[in-house]
């Protein structure tokens, strides 16, 4: 049952890729849907075994890699924090696939769409389920060439290209991050296996690296290298630039990028790490601060975007932010917690924005929609539940979990000895939620309760969707209300022992009973920003004074409308020098230069005239070049025969003879 939870949805991609002409499109649709169900539902039973009973399971398949002092088999982990990401990546992937049968029904390339969505479920499942460092990072760069293969789905739009490269190329820094940081813990280790690692962490919490003749604690360095893996996959400030333009891919992809497997990898990350982050307080006061800073910031910057999906994409960024934030607290259990419940109302806010597509005829931009409540009614309902739980609004699921993160910066701005980065980190997630109910509210405003902005044309053919994208949206609609309230105790309730060994936290840094006793004002503090939020979209939207709504000649305005130029930043600093670089010295004065002087050019002047006709035989065709290689392969075993069989000095002479009549 384990290891088929792990490799149906593999079973079902290959099927549903290579066989999808035979299958058809409706075969390939309940093929790779059956299949990612039936995943789910073991999933369920994992998580009633080690969640419910207490057992945990490990399992070794057979041998990998055995060089020397490195020995890595094929294993799985099943403990609680992997019982919770399975629940959450078959659930979320079964939804989408239900979804993308409705959908994506006027596809051509649906059984290939259906079958890149199965891999990258299965790469994620392997992520999350792998007992060893080089294991995880097999799923994880598979994630990564998933994510490329999806965003680059509609692989005739340029737009499409543009943005899955630049997914994989910024991801590229965050992996070479990892990948430094599963070295050097080889190197301290001596192992690549998490129960060896984990538990020889606290004997070397004094060991230093020499780097350049600076010292450097190990432990402090690895969790710096994980940290940085962890920025690119989750998209964090700096490495943040590929997540919104992620939104190119259709949109059943963008939900299941956002929920449940790509940017999720990297909290994963940060919370399976937690027993070597725990003894590093540099590693913890990082995540605190470029989680904080990444929650204002995108919080931000979603208020000043016009595409729906972007300001989705933006919100993401912003509530992945809080979870990196949660694990600099040395709350990883509540970071999981709100995991769990983002990848629910996160889900139903991208599904329903894509029935909203659909219905306007692929129309994405908010200032042309309008008045799409009298259209809509059921979308419209499922899209004010999913923004009320993103705006934390009480008893939906995001207010059990982002709520209790808040609390919990307000105890550690206090006691923490990194009180004044707490408190800033405080600060800024508080006027998150602001901005976050702000955009929220003004997504729905724009899309359904004003005026409509729409052509005629669009207008006449809105439409309900179908049952096969309603059903999914009603079901993550229940679960963004009643997951949140249901789980939170069994998560992270005081006197819990869910997660038993899977998550480390050290004594003197658990917040969690303490945020229990605080000022009762204080934890009503992020409600009425909340509603502070909601009152002014209401009052921008429904007042006639339309100057006072966003004229930009505020900076800020300015800044976050231009995303705060990180791209053109980026350019400048590195693209536009190594471009420049590549073409000046390595293209015009090395390939074209020195090497063509010496190579090809150079030496058809030392050769006869009559020789330089070999030109002609340079056609650029690959079929010629191939078909001289296998004739230059024949020729050689033709000399080889002939060595074998006539004696040396007559092979000799016809060499020489072929020779002389070649240069003569």
């Not at 060439?145 to 737009?159: E, P, V």
Request: glycine share 6%; hydrophobic share 50%; charged share 10%.
């Amino acid at each position: 049952m384990h290891v088929s939870t792990i490799i149906l949805p593999l079973i079902g991609s290959l099927i549903s890729g290579f066989g999808g002409r035979l299958l058809g499109y409706y075969g390939s649709s309940i093929l790779s849907t059956s299949c990612v169900l039936t995943s789910f539902v073991f999933s369920i039973m994992i998580f009633y075994e080690v969640g419910l009973c207490n057992s945990v399971c490990y399992i070794t398949l057979s041998p990998w890699i055995n060089v020397g002092t490195l020995s890595i088999n094929w294993g799985f982990i099943f403990d609680s924090v992997t019982s919770i990401m399975l629940i959450v990546v078959t659930s979320i992937s079964t939804l989408v696939h239900i979804y993308s049968i409705s959908y994506m029904g006027n596809d051509p390339h649906c059984p290939r769409f259906m079958s890149y969505l199965e891999i990258f479920t299965f790469f994620m499942l392997v992520l999350v389920t792998a007992d060893n460092t080089v294991q995880m990072f097999l799923g994880w760069e598979g994630v990564g060439l998933a994510s490329y293969l999806l965003i680059n789905f509609w692989f005739t739009r340029l737009a499409a290209n543009q943005s899955a490269i630049k997914a994989l190329v910024v991801n590229r820094v965050g992996d070479f991050g990892l990948s430094i940081a599963i070295f050097a813990i080889f190197y301290i280790f001596n192992s690549v296996d998490y129960l060896t690692i984990f538990s020889l962490a606290p004997f070397f919490q004094n060991y230093s690296f020499s780097l350049l003749g600076f010292y450097v604690n190990s432990l402090t360095l690895i969790g710096l290298l994980l940290f940085i893996g962890a920025v690119g996959k989750s998209a964090q400030l700096g490495l943040h630039t590929w997540l919104p333009d992620a939104m190119e891919g259709p949109t059943p992809v963008s939900a299941l990028i956002h929920a449940a497997t790509m940017v999720t990898a990297g909290v994963f990350l940060m919370i399976r790490f937690s027993p070597l982050i725990e003894y590093s307080s540099t590693v913890l006061g990082t995540l605190i601060v470029f989680g904080s800073l990444t929650t204002f910031f995108a919080a931000m910057t979603g208020v000043f975007q016009n595409d729906l999906k972007r300001v989705i994409a933006y919100s993401t960024c912003s509530q992945l932010g809080y979870m990196i934030f949660a694990c600099g607290l040395s709350c990883y259990n509540v970071s999981m917690f709100h995991l769990t419940n983002h990848a629910f109302f996160k889900a139903l806010l991208f599904l329903s924005a894509g029935s909203i597509i659909h219905a306007l005829a692929d129309e994405q931009d908010m200032r042309r929609m309008g008045s799409l409540s009298y259209f809509l009614p059921v979308t419209y309902s499922l899209m004010l539940i999913g923004s009320l739980a993103l705006a934390g609004f009480p008893f939906l699921s995001g207010f059990y979990s982002k709520d209790f993160i808040l609390e919990l910066s307000q105890i550690s701005s206090s006691s923490n000895l990194n009180n004044s980065i707490s408190a800033l980190a405080c600060w800024l997630g508080n006027l998150s939620v602001l901005f976050t109910a702000f955009y929220s509210f003004r997504l729905l405003y724009l899309t359904f309760l004003n005026n409509t902005n729409s052509i005629r044309k669009n207008i006449i053919a809105i439409h309900e969707s179908d049952s096969l994208i309603l059903t999914p949206l009603i079901v993550l609609a229940i679960g963004s209300i009643f997951v949140g309230y249901s789980t939170k105790d069994f998560f992270i309730g005081s006197g819990t022992n869910f997660w038993q060994a899977s998550i480390f936290t050290l004594p003197f840094h658990s917040k969690c009973i303490e945020a229990e006793f605080i000022n009762t004002s204080i934890k009503w503090l992020p409600f009425f920003l909340s509603m502070l939020g909601i009152g002014l979209a209401s009052v921008l939207n429904l007042s006639k004074f339309v100057v006072l709504n966003w004229k930009v000649h505020s900076f800020f305005a300015f800044l976050s409308n231009k995303k705060w130029f990180w791209d053109p930043i980026y350019n400048r600093l590195f693209i536009y020098p190594t471009l420049t670089f590549g073409y000046n010295v390595t293209f015009r004065n090395l390939d074209r230069g020195f090497i063509e002087l010496l190579g090809p050019y150079g030496m058809m002047n030392l050769i006869p005239l009559w020789a330089k006709s070999i030109k002609k035989f340079q056609t650029g065709q690959i079929t010629h070049y191939i078909f001289f290689m296998v004739l230059g392969l024949f020729f050689f075993f033709f000399l080889f025969y002939l060595l074998k069989t006539l004696k040396y000095y007559y092979l000799l002479s016809l060499v020489l003879y072929l020779v002389l009549i070649f240069f003569i």
